[in-house]
């Protein structure tokens, strides 16, 4: 999990359909951290319906963990955890703090943590 760079995360919309996009992740004692836009549709769904799965792929292999997601509050933790996403994709940040895409993660007005709790784990 920690060499793969790219995840399929899922959540469930106001109509009970899965919304699925790839991400860039980060795990640690068997969970999954995803930073995204604060007011992206992961995070929305998450306010009305916390099922969340995940998919990591290497090769034909791949480890599917489906359970609950809630986006990370403690402001520790939010920054603990933007750093290592930082430190894995080794992100250069500018002097305003911005990715290349002018991206600010650790601005918590614009960027959030989702930390996906497993309920099971399937390897395939």
């Known amino acids: 999990m920690d ?7 899922a959540t469930v919309d106001s109509d ?3 919304h699925v996009v790839p991400v860039f992740f980060t795990y640690e004692n068997g969970r999954v951290y995803v930073q ?6 992961k ?11 995940v998919a990591v792929y290497r090769g034909e292999e791949a ?5 609950k997601g ?11 955890r933007t750093q290592d996403h930082v430190d894995k994709y080794r992100l250069q940040l ?7 895409l002018g991206i600010p993660p650790f601005d918590r007005r614009v960027r959030c943590v989702i930390e996906a ?3 099971s784990i399937l390897f395939w």
């Open 16 to 18: 009970c359909r899965p």
């Open 70 to 80: 809630r986006v990370v509050e403690d402001h520790q933790e939010f920054r603990r």
């Open 94 to 100: 500018d002097d305003h703090g911005r990715n290349s």
């Open 117 to 119: 709790t497993p309920k």
């Open 36 to 41: 995204t836009d604060k007011n992206s549709v």
């Open 63 to 67: 480890v599917v963990i489906r359970g």
């Open 3 to 9: 060499k793969e760079r790219l995840a399929s995360f």
């Open 43 to 53: 995070v929305r769904n998450l306010s009305r319906n916390n099922n969340v799965a």
